[in-house]
């Protein structure tokens, strides 16, 4: 790939003195929970609202999200607050809805990652935009496949790429729900090194009393932000409440995290 430089220049429009702060919940549930999270996270250092609004659950039955619906409610945190908005796209469909929304950022999670046929298609779907395209790591530690996917994108034309590190599935007990696997990121990194990187530190927790510790690790190896879900009454979430932390807990944490860095 050429034109790395490129890359960094959405996160450069920022115009941000401290790593970029994605948050927001899981899934969008319901208006309420967007819009009263949403005007929550206004007094942080979040500059993107994410939310799940077709959400890829393991087994079936569980809540699937609310699907388009969804992205009015997004729409409206986003016309409320200035938070700029992001949600995960998973086909053609997802990307022709989310860019009719004008849904300023949009990623890609880690089960489409690891098919070159769905990555294809959302390249296909996406070709040319301007819009901020983010790829999760493929769920397995596959940094090719992580890399083709990245390319893939890049041959569409579609130049405000970024990538998310969000752990990676084993089967043994680590204490993780997804293994960080620092190495593998650390490679993308010095591949790519104008690429932002952007750490999900909750899917590799699993749970919400390491996330600061896991934060603080990226951030010593020069991440460009952080993806964290966060949702007002974290318990009563209607996927991945265990790792969900509050909008005034994710202030606290990058208060903290700051003041680590300073002394650190
Ligand atoms: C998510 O961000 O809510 C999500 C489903 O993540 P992942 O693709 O990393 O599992
Ligand atoms: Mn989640």
């Given at each position: 790939?050429?034109?790395?430089?490129?890359?960094?220049?959405?996160?450069?429009?920022?115009?941000?003195?401290?790593?970029?702060?994605?948050?927001?919940?899981c899934?969008?549930?319901?208006?309420?929970?967007?819009?009263?999270?949403?005007?929550?996270?206004?007094d942080?250092?979040?500059?993107?609202?994410?939310?799940?609004?077709w959400?890829?659950?393991?087994?079936?039955?569980?809540?699937?999200?609310?699907?388009k619906?969804?992205?009015?409610w997004?729409?409206?945190?986003?016309?409320e607050?200035?938070?700029?908005i992001?949600t995960?796209?998973?086909?053609?469909?997802?990307?022709?809805?989310?860019?009719?929304?004008d849904?300023?950022?949009?990623?890609?999670?880690?089960?489409s990652?690891?098919?070159p046929?769905?990555?294809?298609?959302?390249?296909?779907?996406?070709?040319?935009?301007?819009?901020?395209?983010?790829?999760?790591?493929?769920?397995?530690?596959?940094?090719?496949l992580w890399?083709?996917?990245?390319?893939?994108?890049?041959?569409?034309?579609?130049?405000?790429?970024?990538?998310?590190?969000?752990?990676?599935?084993?089967?043994e007990?680590?204490g993780?729900?997804?293994?960080?696997?620092?190495?593998l990121?650390?490679?993308?990194?010095?591949?790519?090194?104008?690429?932002?990187?952007?750490?999900?530190?909750?899917?590799?927790?699993?749970?919400r009393?390491?996330?600061?510790?896991i934060?603080?690790t990226?951030?010593?190896?020069?991440?460009d932000?952080?993806?964290?879900?966060?949702?007002?009454?974290?318990?009563?979430?209607?996927?991945?409440a265990?790792?969900q932390?509050?909008?005034?807990?994710?202030?606290?944490?990058t208060?903290d995290?700051?003041?680590?860095?300073?002394?650190?």
């Amino acid at each position: 790939m050429t034109n790395q430089k490129k890359f960094k220049n959405w996160l450069q429009a920022f115009q941000l003195d401290h790593p970029l702060v994605i948050a927001g919940p899981c899934s969008a549930e319901t208006e309420k929970q967007v819009l009263t999270i949403a005007h929550q996270l206004k007094d942080t250092d979040t500059s993107v609202m994410r939310a799940g609004i077709w959400k890829p659950r393991t087994k079936p039955g569980n809540f699937e999200g609310v699907g388009k619906i969804g992205l009015d409610w997004l729409k409206k945190a986003k016309a409320e607050t200035g938070l700029k908005i992001a949600t995960e796209v998973a086909n053609k469909t997802h990307v022709d809805m989310a860019l009719e929304a004008d849904v300023d950022v949009l990623w890609i999670g880690a089960r489409s990652t690891v098919s070159p046929f769905i990555v294809q298609d959302i390249a296909d779907a996406l070709k040319g935009t301007d819009k901020i395209v983010l790829v999760k790591n493929p769920v397995n530690p596959d940094l090719p496949l992580w890399l083709g996917a990245i390319e893939r994108l890049h041959k569409a034309d579609i130049q405000n790429l970024g990538v998310i590190h969000r752990g990676f599935s084993t089967y043994e007990k680590t204490g993780y729900r997804n293994n960080p696997e620092w190495q593998l990121a650390v490679d993308l990194q010095n591949e790519f090194p104008d690429l932002p990187l952007i750490l999900d530190p909750s899917h590799i927790a699993g749970k919400r009393d390491i996330i600061f510790d896991i934060c603080q690790t990226a951030l010593d190896l020069n991440y460009d932000g952080i993806m964290v879900e966060t949702h007002h009454t974290p318990d009563e979430a209607w996927s991945d409440a265990a790792q969900q932390i509050t909008p005034q807990a994710l202030a606290q944490m990058t208060e903290d995290l700051k003041i680590r860095k300073e002394h650190g």
